[in-house]
Each structure stands twice: as structure tokens, then as C-alpha cells.
């Protein structure tokens, strides 16, 4: 199927918003890897309340985001 006949898909805002949070989790991860390669040292509990409150927030917002438009 040529990209001319493909039929367009909207996905319902959950599960695009769940598609940007594995995004931004995954780059971030990439990008303290790529940053640990290079030598800076990181307090890894710190970063990793950080990074689950960021994640909880982010899941929190999303829900609110989703039951407001659904009205």
C-alpha cells in the first residue's frame, strides 16, 4: 500500500499523550547515558525522585487534560 492510500489514523489524546511520555522518558535516559560517556557523575537517587516525580506529574496532567476534554 503506497503512502497515497493509506487511510489517516487519529489516535484518541491518551494514547497520544502516553506515546509522548515513553518518548521523552526514552531521550531522557539516551541523554544521561550519552552524559555519563562523558564523565559527569550524577547522585542517581536524587535523579531518580526527579525523574519519577516528573513522570507522575506528567501522567497526573495528562489525566486531568483527558476528563477535561471529555466533557
Do not use: C
Amino acid at each position: 500500500m503506497s503512502s497515497k492510500n493509506r487511510p489517516i489514523v487519529y489516535r484518541p489524546l491518551p494514547q497520544r499523550i502516553t506515546t509522548m511520555l515513553w518518548g521523552v522518558a526514552v531521550a531522557g535516559f539516551g541523554a544521561g547515558v550519552i552524559a555519563h560517556l562523558q564523565g559527569y557523575a550524577f547522585d542517581m537517587e536524587l535523579l531518580g525522585i526527579v525523574v519519577l516525580a516528573v513522570l507522575g506529574a506528567w501522567i497526573l496532567a495528562s489525566a486531568v487534560v483527558v476528563i477535561v476534554r471529555g466533557r
